[in-house]
Structures are given as C-alpha cells and as structure tokens.
C-alpha cells in the first residue's frame, strides 16, 4: 500500500536551534517525496521534493530533507529554527500506481512550534 | 501568474442550502484536485481531475456533493443540500505530473 507517516503530532523547539520534522513512506517502485507548510488560515505552499539525484535536497526558507532509502525517511531539517517557522507541515508521496499517478498521499501532519 | 484562485474566501449558509465553490487552476496545469480539510479529519482528497475528466471521485463522501470540471480554467465543487457537518476548509491544488501542487488560498465553509 502506498502510505505516508507522520510519528510527531507535535514538535517542540527553542529558536535558534536545529530543527527535524520525521517522515515516512511506503510506496512501490522509486518515491516522488514532498515537502508542504501551512500557516495558519492559508493554503499548503510547497517547500522541496525529492524525485531523483542527490539525497539531500533543498527547498525554500532554508529548509532541506533528506531522503534515506534504506529507512524508507524523508526528514525535514532545518540548521536554524525561526518564531516564524511555526506552522502546519505535511510531507506527501505521489501515488505512482497505474490510474493514479497523479495524485499525491499526505501525512496527517505535524505542527511545529517554535519558541523564542 | 496568479496562482490558483479560489472562490469565495468565506461562505457562511443554512442547512439546506446549495453551496457552490469555484477553482480557477494554474494555466497550463493537467491536474486539479478537491481537498477538505477539518480538524477532525484533517486533510481529506475529495476527487481530482486529469484534462478535465474525473479520476477519482472515491472520496467524495456522498451524493449531496458533485465536482464538474467543464473546460481546463475552471472547476465547481457543488453541494446540495449542505448540511453543518459540511463546515470545514475546501482547497482546490492544481499541478503537472511530475511536480508538486500549487494550493489555493481555501474557502472557509460554515454551515449553521
């Protein structure tokens, strides 16, 4: 089955210091993985997606993931964590089955709170 | 461009009511998907498209909702009658195959 897990209902952590939201995935063949935030009374906005390449990826706002095959993980990291980091984040997997190949499977997500 | 646009920002309706939510996607785009989100269920696919013709509709939760997608710039989620467990947050996302969804901006939906 195709599936996305999100361990962390919650993230707590101080401003300044590193920051790491947990992903994981089950899919058949190679993962399309992404990235989303939401802020609050807003829309998903897309962060980074891992398709092919260099495991580590980075995206927008300073954020970076990295995709570990063999732990089946796409974290998202950040070095440094901002009071405006604070928000919704969901990672997603593209349903690669046949028939369904455009649609993309979300984690219930994972709040972020970042505190100054 | 303008991004997918969505309207309107915020409905307010009695029971009963028709309700009609509309999504322009981003030209160019094949694909456009109906999401809800509640904080209950949190995100939930209704249905999507792929050049304008219904793929999925299997989480469209009953007969009183119905998605059309008529021509490539435009999408209606319609429903009929709307009832207060409909309230939530309704997001029309639009993308190409290999990228990522561009979300809009969701209509807040109250059904009193």
């Known amino acids: 089955a195709q599936s996305v897990a999100q361990p962390e209902d919650q993230v707590n952590v101080a401003e300044g210091n590193p920051l790491t939201v947990k992903c994981t995935y089950s899919v058949s063949g190679n993962p399309y993985l992404f990235w989303y935030v939401q802020y609050p009374n807003r829309g998903l906005q897309f962060l980074l997606k891992y398709i092919t390449g260099d495991n580590l990826v980075k995206g927008s706002y300073g954020f970076e993931a990295e995709f570990n095959k063999s732990q089946t993980s796409f974290h998202l990291k950040k070095p440094s964590a901002l009071v405006s980091d604070s928000a919704l984040y969901f990672c997603a997997v593209r349903d690669m089955r046949s028939g369904n190949t455009g649609k993309l499977i979300f984690g219930q997500g994972t709040t972020l709170q970042v505190k100054p | 461009d303008a991004g997918v646009i969505q309207s309107p920002r915020h409905e307010v309706t009695e029971m009963g009511q028709e309700v009609t939510l509309r999504c322009k996607p981003i030209s160019g785009h094949d694909y456009l998907f109906w999401y809800r989100q509640t904080m209950m269920r949190g995100l939930e696919l209704l249905i999507y498209?792929?050049?304008?013709?219904?793929?999925?509709d299997s989480g469209m939760p009953e007969d009183r909702f119905s998605a059309k997608m008529p021509n490539a710039s435009f999408s209606t989620l319609k429903i009929q009658p709307s009832e207060p467990r409909d309230s939530a947050v309704y997001f029309c996302?639009?993308?190409?195959?290999?990228?990522?969804?561009?979300f809009g901006s969701g209509t807040r939906l109250t059904v009193v």
């Open positions: 498209f792929n050049n304008n013709v219904p793929i999925d």
């Open positions: 996302a639009s993308s190409l195959l290999a990228g990522g969804y561009t």
